[in-house]
Structures are given as C-alpha cells and as structure tokens.
Nanobody, 123 residues
C-alpha cells in the first residue's frame, strides 16, 4: 500500500485546512488509518485515527472538537478536516495505515506511511 498525503499549506489562526490521504496499490481493508504530526524538534505524535470498517474515530485531546477525521471507502481515501487552527498545530502531518490490530494511538501498528504534508498556522 502506498499513501499519498496532500492538502497542507499556510493558514491563519482560526482558519481551516483539509488534508487528504489516498491509498493505492491495493484496496485498503483496514483495520485503521490515522494522522500523526511532527513539529520541529519534537517527536511524532498521534492526532486522530479511524476504524476503517466501522468508522469509529479517535482523537488526541489537543484536537478534539476542532479536527474531524473521516474516510471514503470507495475512494480508498482518508480526510482530516482541521478547523479553529492554532499556531501549535504547525507541523508536518503524516498519514498512516495499519494492516494489523492494536492500539491506534501508537506508531507501532502502522505498516505504511505517507510522505508528509506541511501545515503552517500563522498567528
């Protein structure tokens, strides 16, 4: 499975951006896909995940209520709608896909990673 992330860019604080992640190579069947992010000098951190089969979602507390993760099974695509952006959301955002079960909060279960897309929020 190859993942291609897109949609990053520059936004003002309080603004919105929508990220997309397309899976190719074969039809992705789950169990989960997720977004992680990494700011300069910091470790990669969990943002949100979606159970590919039932659509259940998981969010880090820092983005809950502001970000919405979703997926379109027919398009093999995952999205991250980001609203009420803050300067601390500035990071490279990575999409990831897990082909095995486990805790969605940690990088361990994710076998496939996209190349990352830069999100910069100006205050």
């Amino acid at each position: 499975v190859q993942l291609q992330a897109s949609g990053g860019g520059l936004a003002q604080a309080g603004g919105s951006l929508r990220l997309s992640c397309v899976a190719s190579g074969r039809t992705f069947s789950g169990p989960a896909m997720a977004w992680f992010r990494q700011a300069p000098g910091k470790e990669r951190e969990f943002v949100a995940a979606v159970n590919w089969n039932n659509g259940y979602t998981y969010y880090d507390d820092s983005v809950k209520g502001r970000f919405t993760i979703s997926r379109d099974i027919a398009k093999n695509t995952m999205y991250l709608q980001m609203s009420s952006l803050k300067s601390e959301d500035t990071a490279v955002y990575y999409c990831a896909a897990a082909a095995r079960s486990g805790s969605v909060w940690y990088t361990d279960i994710y076998d496939y990673w996209g190349q990352g897309t830069q999100v910069t929020v100006s205050s």
